[in-house]
């Protein structure tokens, strides 16, 4: 049903921190307007959410931004949904939630994933998923649920991650995509297949695992339609077409217009670095995810658990907003010897150090709050970097533009010392929600029958602001950072 905008759609981003939904005009993705609402915060090791809280988060800002485009819900015309990944929602026999869902940011599953690592060999797990098993990836939250609360898991009949859940909200059937299904540690992308045998090895072989695992959908199908339920607390039409849905950082890239060769830097919760290729990536060095693309191709990607609520943290710490700690790092005088932070302030996924803590290194009598300020966000920018390097490392194409996004891209701190490690401009597109924006795009595609492709590349964002590196500033990591970069810390309590 068009109205008096024409089609529309609605993309839904499901973060660990909020849900925001834009609503976008299908032919030439002109926003219309956007809303959001909060998700309980957590506080890592132990970070776990109740799937329920999402649902309603969904509800409120879907009706903020029908509000802010001056548009009934009923007005829109297809929706898809990105959210957060690898998280763990399980459901029983009457599709009930069993037990809050364990985040991506929990580490608590750090002793299973060594387990697995151990038992099946970094170089097997490569070979079959593409990349080595973390505290991140449901796989080994899974184990966990076996070997600590294994009641919950005799009630597993389904297990879905957070966008999956949410599209089964919206229309009642069990399904996810390839970009979420490969970041869970059990479906080989590259042949298109759930891999059962590795739950029933590390999970339990008591479980029908191929009943319990959602269908995987290819970038341009459709999921269904929403469900009268569903319609009904929304606003919606039982008609409106849903897409099959994908993570944050997939659907992100989407929304960036992210070509081959682009590199994109998310700073928000986590920390990012990401392109986008072809062709499917094998990194037996451990630190590159090769995870499937929303696009038909692949994500390589490199994920840093401490980002924005690091610079969050010291800017507490030294009694200033997070922007007047941006404000004091750009005063520093880049010439002079500074502290090195290794920020692994809530353990750390890359490298897989979910037992660490952070380390403040090189501290003298004549430091000051300019120098500390500029050692923070160097810190940051500095475990993201490291991860381009290994995707470089990797074989992977890393010379097309440099694009900074999500809510740390904001700081003019953050991608001036980004321009300055990497030596090469940094530019920002007009996304500023792009994971958002990228399921309108996927939502565009199933609704007009264009390849998600084609809608990518003409809703390419144009570029807002570029900047150079600071010729005084000397290019490439700080020497003292690499040695320090594995420090494991004292062994936490799970």
């Known amino acids: 049903m068009s109205g008096t905008h024409g089609l529309l759609v609605a993309g839904i981003d499901s973060s660990t921190q909020s849900c925001t939904v834009e609503i976008r005009r299908a032919d030439d993705g002109a926003l219309l307007g956007s809303g959001g609402a909060p998700h309980p915060v957590t506080h890592p090791p132990v970070s776990e959410q109740d799937p329920a809280r999402w649902w309603s988060a969904l509800t409120a800002a879907l009706a903020a931004a029908c509000a802010d485009a001056g548009i009934d819900a009923g007005d829109i015309d297809a929706v898809s949904v990105g959210a957060q990944c690898h998280g763990m929602v399980v459901l029983d026999a009457d599709d009930t939630v069993v037990r809050p869902a ?3 940011n929990d580490t608590t599953s750090g002793p299973q994933a060594a387990r697995l690592v151990a038992e099946y060999g970094a170089a097997n797990w490569v070979a079959a998923i593409g990349l080595t098993p973390s505290a991140a990836l449901t796989v080994t939250k899974l184990a966990w649920l076996a070997e600590h609360e294994p009641a919950n898991l005799a009630r597993l009949r389904t297990v879905l991650l957070p966008h999956d859940y949410l599209t089964f909200r919206l229309t009642g059937e069990k399904v996810t995509d390839r970009s979420e299904a490969s970041g869970t540690g059990y479906y080989a992308a590259a042949q298109g297949r759930w891999l059962t045998e ?6 339990s072989a008591d479980l029908n695992w191929a009943a319990a695992l959602p269908r995987v959908l290819g970038p341009d199908e459709t999921a269904g339609t929403v469900q009268a339920s569903a319609a009904a607390e929304l606003g919606l039409r039982t008609d409106v077409m849903v897409g099959a849905g994908g993570g944050d950082q997939h659907l992100g890239a989407l929304g960036l217009g992210l070509r081959p060769g682009d590199v994109a830097y998310s700073f928000g919760t986590s920390g990012v670095v990401l392109t986008t290729t072809p062709d499917s990536v094998h990194d037996t060095s451990g630190w590159v995810d090769g995870v499937a693309d929303a696009a038909g191709g692949y994500l390589p990607l490199v994920c840093t658990l401490n980002c924005t609520k690091v610079t969050d943290t010291f800017a507490r710490v030294l009694g200033v907003t997070p922007p007047e700690l941006g404000d004091l790092a750009l005063a520093a005088d880049p010439s002079r010897r500074r502290p090195v932070l290794v920020a692994y302030l809530d353990g750390e996924r890359s490298p897989a150090r979910p037992a660490a803590e952070g380390l403040l290194a090189g501290l003298t009598t004549d430091l000051t709050r300019e120098d500390f300020a500029l050692a923070v966000v160097e810190g940051v920018i500095s475990g993201i970097v490291r991860g381009h390097q290994a995707l470089t490392g990797a074989g992977i194409a890393t010379g097309g ?10 700081s003019t701190a953050y991608r ?5 490690q990497l030596g090469r401009p940094v530019h920002t597109r007009d996304a500023p929600e792009a994971t958002a924006r990228g399921a309108c795009v996927q939502a565009a595609a199933v609704l007009t029958g264009r390849p998600v492709t084609r809608v990518r590349d003409a809703w390419c964002p144009p570029t807002t602001s570029t900047i150079e590196p600071r010729v005084e500033r000397a290019v490439g ?11 494991r810390g004292a062994d936490r309590p799970s």
């Not at 590795?198 to 999970?203: G, N, Q």
């Not at 533009?401 to 904001?410: H, K, N, Q, S």
């Open 401 to 410: 533009e440099i694009v900074a996004a999500g809510g740390g891209a904001r």
């Open 416 to 420: 001036q010392v980004l321009a300055d």
């Open 102 to 104: 364990k985040l991506w």
């Open 477 to 487: 990591l700080d020497p003292r950072y690499t040695p320090l970069a594995d420090w």
């Open 198 to 203: 590795i739950l029933e090895r590390f999970v």
